[in-house]
């Protein structure tokens, strides 16, 4: 079981990556069904046992990690992968039996029996589509080997959703806009990427608000597209996109270098000091610093830091991280004292 929070801190996600102050991370998602099991709308409760006992068997003969029979798991353990985006709400709420593995690395989980029987996911700090696809894709053809997909020679990968036939890929980049929110340009950046068959979603997916300016953006089709079509056009979206970020940031520094300042330099004062904070106040403390550090005005904290702050200060991670459950004025009174503590050895200029 998850009894301390520090291991889902993959050091896979906290090296230097390309772009890391604005691209947060990138995700390839695939949706995989096993012939021969019915799919979620027809599935009884004894399929889903087998389902969760074949694909269990079909990894640990395969991989090293670790499988959570998330059946067994507290409501706070499941609440601390999603947060750690690593499970979907979706999951968390079905009744059936449900699994999810996540591989020594950590940088690839999977689901078993989500809204498909598989969703097989790989995470990376920064842009990085095309290495993280093929971690992926290796670990789908070797899982693939041994349990066989459901494959139609015209429709491709069969899945639960018709939006998900093909390739059955989903391509995320979770970027850090505060240039563009700044500037007024973000409505009209957004506006375009549905344009170009994408979504926009906040820092959880589908559902979830924007905050922090965060700003996930994914693929909305998979059919009639190559997986290296797809990948190909979310990365030139995302460097046209962190172009636009960039020519923002100096727009803001041209024109009010002084306020952009004070807000970056009072942010990381309050997060240093503060006694309470709540979680949303410290995505939005953050989104100022992490800008001070792309710009060069802070200096001293690497991006990594900020991302495991703003990991385990989430509502679900404080909680397992200090082995208590807390009521909410107690997770913000922990949260402070987390952040205080993780900073004060840091020296900034």
Known sequence: ???????????????????????????????????????????KNQDAEKLVQVVKSAIEMNFKGKYLDLQKMKPLEKESLFESHLISPAIIKKEQPTAAFINEKGNITVMVNEEDHLRIQGLSCGLNLTNIASAVYEFEEILGQELGYAYNEHYGFITSCPTNLGTGLRASVLFHLPGLVYTNEIDKILKSTLNLGMTVRGLYGEGTEIKGNLFQISNQHTLG?????????????????????????????????????????????????????????????????????GLGIIKGIEVNILNEIMLITRPGNIQLYYGEILEEQERDLKRADYIRNRLAKIETT
């Not at 004070?262 to 106040?281: H, V």
């Not at 995505?283 to 800008?291: E, H, I, M, T």
């Open 1 to 43: 079981m998850l009894d301390n929070i520090k291991w889902l801190i993959s050091p896979e996600l906290n090296q230097e990556c390309e772009e890391n102050e604005i691209v947060v991370s990138t995700r390839i998602r695939v949706a995989r069904n096993i012939e021969g099991i019915p799919f979620e709308i027809k599935m």
């Open 225 to 293: 597209f190559k997986e290296d079509e797809l990948i190909e056009k979310i990365n030139k979206f995302a460097r046209m996109l962190i172009d636009l970020e960039k020519k923002a940031r100096d727009a803001i520094i041209e024109r009010a270098r002084y306020e952009l300042e004070d807000k970056i330099y009072r942010s990381i004062a309050i997060l240093r000091a503060a006694r309470l904070i709540n979680s949303d106040e410290v995505l939005n403390l953050l989104s100022a610093v992490r800008l001070g550090i």
